[in-house]
């Protein structure tokens, strides 16, 4: 496991003082990496062997290397870093629209990662669902508005994209995605009965008047 260890060291100094967006606690981003990890780490994968496993996991913990630290040159230093195998695996994760005009617009930019993410592989669509999987769950922290957003966008992601892949994260994504959906329909029926009571009061005070 020698190549997973340089690999770690390597996420946790570059992700050092970086913190999750939405979750609670300020958490450190080095956690969620390591979820994502841990999650493949258990799972049954007999096609792989030790040295399929290692390099899945290199590509796990560095998933959003390339994206978020070193778009540019990142490619070229896992390659030196690690190897070829885990530097490409990590080039298939990061998103095709950083490369593209930023005044897209956000559809267009996830149209265009789905269109990447579609032909990459198998190592890679295992390391999407675990990381999904793990997004959706911390979705709880963030806008309502967004969290609609998302959880739609992560079924497109799931039809177009990582179905057939692995059945057992497969199916813990999409139980993911009915909790979260169950939360947003919670919230929606909240706001549904605070507009009723505002509508009652008003209409309270226009009797006694």
Same mark, same amino acid.
Request: proline share 2%.
């Given at each position: 496991?020698? +190549?997973?260890?340089?690999?770690? &060291?390597?996420?946790?100094?570059?992700? @050092?003082?970086?913190?999750?967006?939405? !979750?609670?606690?300020?958490?450190?981003?080095?956690?969620?990496? !390591?979820?994502?990890? +841990?999650?493949?780490?258990?799972?049954?994968?007999?096609?792989?062997?030790?040295?399929?496993?290692?390099?899945?996991? %290199?590509?796990?913990?560095?998933?959003?290397?390339?994206?978020? *630290?070193?778009? +540019?040159?990142?490619?070229?230093?896992?390659? @030196?870093? =690690?190897?070829?195998?885990?530097?490409?695996?990590?080039? #298939?994760?990061? +998103? $095709?629209? *950083?490369?593209?005009?930023?005044?897209? =617009?956000?559809? #267009?930019?996830?149209?265009?990662?789905?269109?990447?993410?579609?032909?990459?592989?198998?190592?890679?669509?295992?390391?999407?669902?675990?990381?999904? *999987?793990?997004?959706?769950?911390? =979705?709880?922290?963030?806008?309502?508005?967004?969290?609609?957003?998302?959880?739609?966008?992560?079924?497109?992601?799931?039809?177009? %994209?990582?179905?057939?892949?692995?059945?057992?994260?497969?199916? #813990?994504?999409?139980?993911?995605?009915?909790?979260?959906?169950? &939360?947003? @329909? $919670?919230?929606?029926?909240?706001?549904?009965?605070?507009?009723?009571?505002?509508?009652? /009061?008003?209409?309270?005070?226009? *009797?006694? /008047?």
């Amino acid at each position: 496991m020698y +190549n997973y260890l340089k690999a770690y &060291n390597l996420a946790y100094k570059s992700f @050092d003082g970086v913190f999750r967006k939405f !979750e609670e606690g300020s958490m450190p981003y080095i956690r969620h990496l !390591e979820r994502v990890t +841990n999650r493949l780490m258990r799972l049954h994968l007999p096609q792989y062997n030790s040295h399929d496993m290692e390099t899945l996991l %290199c590509i796990s913990i560095l998933h959003d290397y390339i994206e978020d *630290i070193r778009p +540019n040159d990142g490619r070229q230093y896992l390659r @030196d870093a =690690l190897n070829e195998e885990i530097s490409y695996g990590v080039f #298939e994760l990061t +998103n $095709a629209s *950083i490369y593209l005009d930023n005044k897209l =617009l956000r559809a #267009e930019k996830k149209k265009a990662d789905r269109e990447k993410l579609k032909d990459v592989s198998h190592m890679a669509k295992l390391v999407k669902l675990s990381d999904r *999987i793990d997004n959706v769950r911390s =979705l709880d922290g963030s806008p309502v508005k967004y969290q609609r957003k998302y959880v739609a966008e992560s079924i497109q992601l799931y039809n177009e %994209c990582l179905k057939g892949t692995h059945t057992e994260l497969e199916n #813990e994504l999409l139980d993911e995605i009915l909790k979260a959906q169950e &939360n947003i @329909d $919670a919230f929606d029926q909240v706001d549904i009965n605070r507009d009723m009571l505002y509508e009652n /009061e008003y209409e309270l005070k226009a *009797i006694e /008047e």
